[in-house]
């Protein structure tokens, strides 16, 4: 009989990411099974909430993700009958003294291993990093605590945050008290299996390198606007929010040559020195925009200065096209492009690999511009790897024509997708490290674009002003032209 227990506190228990993602994701788990057997959750945050009240907040959230299922409402009920609020500040020894007073109760005399979720504003969260590990970490178990991005704006300040973050906490597991830097795209289903393809089948990995490969995109698209959270993204701007860490993680993943094992630290060891073999991003290679205000049948979309939490005049990018190179015997010379933007005319994230052209090609006397082939891993919405291959119209006739091999994830498995957060919190609790970022991937990861950010800000570059749901900025074709590359998703 299992004789710990695990408590989970979600800090900052009312906001959205709390609401619409962590106790979501912790219902599936607990749905699927994949809690321990004792388990306790409490949300923390400022406002005055009962229990009851708490419970209420969550259920509206809660969704059984195929809705006929078995038992839902049943398990529904039981999932939160085990969840607890408590309100308290997050700067407060004694309000997080009280939560430790409340888990001890929850905990029973057991092992108790505790694990803080802080989804709550850069701001603040050095102070309750330093309440909850001198007044709420446990004293018979480990104490875990998930820190959300943004981990700083840019080299500086994200290495101070680290430092604080070191004094209360340590980095490596066999230390008790412990933090993790989440990115909730490496527990996307598509960006996990991105290493299984390459390693586990033969057809891939040998055409894995600058001889066989003309260019790799990472595209990110958003079909709406920062709605609501202007206030959050005005501070950081589309090249904090999105491409220095959820596309540069994918980007790393994808380059990284084979690491030692599939252990954790195997891994990260990878993607910090593929990080660290590339060239800081230039401002030359780098294209801004904003979206601004259009409409469409009838109705008018709004500029992102028209949200009141922005400032106005503000010049912050909320799309950005990026050219990124590798300087190693892999990757030299390969353009490793990015584009991310919000409120643009489809969501999409994906990774496009551009193969390069047939050598003395026979047919290419049947077609002009043969295409080449192209693989897509498609990470969201309709998860899919797709092949793009040039084959034969069949007839008497010799036509070429461009088919898809397809992996269309709905067609092939009946079971839903586990949302990225179920994937991270289970790691988080089993103790598994190798979707969480090390500090030194993200020291790597800044030094890439803080010179640019910089650029950027201090010469008040103006972004190239795009409408509302178009397909952004012409500049990113340009730049993408500067290469010799055209975006993927055009055709
Ligand atoms: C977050 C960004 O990290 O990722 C948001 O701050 C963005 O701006 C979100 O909308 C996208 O996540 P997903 O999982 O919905 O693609």
Redesign the pocket.
């Known amino acids: 009989k299992d004789k710990s227990t695990v408590s989970i506190t979600v800090v900052g228990a009312s906001g959205d990411l709390a609401k619409k993602k962590i106790f979501p994701a912790l219902f599936a788990l607990y749905y699927e099974g994949c809690l321990p057997e004792h388990f306790t959750i409490f949300g923390y945050a400022r406002s005055k909430m009962s229990d009851a009240e708490l419970r209420t907040m969550v259920s509206k959230t809660l969704t059984c993700r195929i809705d006929q299922r078995e038992n839902c409402g049943e398990k529904m009920d039981q999932f939160l009958e085990r969840c607890f609020y408590q309100p308290g500040q997050y700067d407060s020894e004694k309000n997080f003294l009280e939560l430790d007073r409340n888990l001890k109760q929850h905990e029973a005399g057991r092992v108790a291993n505790r694990l803080f979720y802080l989804s709550i504003p850069p701001n603040i969260f050095i102070d309750a990093v330093k309440c909850a590990s001198s007044s709420a970490s446990s004293a018979s178990g480990w104490t875990r605590v998930i820190v959300e991005?943004p981990f700083g704006r840019d080299s500086e300040s994200s290495a101070a945050l680290t430092r604080s973050l070191k004094q209360y906490l340590d980095e490596d597991q066999i230390f008790r008290q412990v933090f993790s830097l989440i990115d909730?795209?490496l527990g996307?289903e598509l960006v996990e299996n991105l290493s299984v393809l390459r390693f586990s089948n033969l057809i891939f990995e040998p055409l894995w390198s600058r001889q066989y490969i003309r260019n790799v995109q990472f595209i990110?698209a958003?079909d709406f606007g920062?709605e609501g959270?202007g206030g959050y993204?005005d501070n950081y701007g589309i090249i904090r929010?999105?491409m220095q860490?959820?596309l540069l993680q994918i980007l790393a993943l994808f380059a990284m040559e084979t690491p030692v094992s599939l252990d954790a630290e195997d891994i990260r060891n990878e993607k910090v020195k593929v990080l660290r073999s590339m060239r800081p991003l230039r401002l030359d290679d780098v294209v801004v925009g904003q979206y601004k205000s259009h409409t469409r049948g009838g109705v008018k979309y709004p500029a992102y200065t028209d949200d009141k939490t922005v400032p106005g005049g503000s010049l912050t990018p909320t799309f950005a096209a990026a050219a990124l190179f590798i300087d190693n015997a892999r990757w030299d010379g390969v353009p490793f492009l990015m584009k991310a933007g919000?409120a643009l005319h489809d969501r999409r994230?994906e990774i496009r690999v551009q193969f390069r052209h047939v050598p003395g090609n026979l047919y290419n006397k049947n077609i002009i511009d043969l295409a080449t082939n192209e693989l897509v891993i498609r990470v969201?919405p309709d998860e899919s790897i797709y092949l793009k291959i040039n084959n034969k119209v069949p007839g008497l006739g010799m036509r070429l024509d461009r088919s898809n091999l397809n992996l269309l994830y709905a067609a092939r498995y009946s079971k839903e997708i586990p949302d990225?957060y179920e994937r991270l919190l289970l790691d988080a609790i089993e103790g598994e490290r190798r979707l969480f970022i090390r500090s030194d991937e993200l020291d790597a990861a800044w030094s890439l674009f803080s010179p640019v950010l910089k650029d950027l800000e201090d010469n008040k570059i103006v972004p190239e002003y795009y409408p509302y749901g178009s397909r952004g900025p012409v500049g990113s074709h340009y730049l993408a032209a500067r290469y010799k590359v055209r975006w993927g998703d055009l055709g």
């Open positions: 991005k909730h795209y996307k990110f958003e920062t959270r993204f929010d999105i860490n959820h919000k994230a969201q990225a």
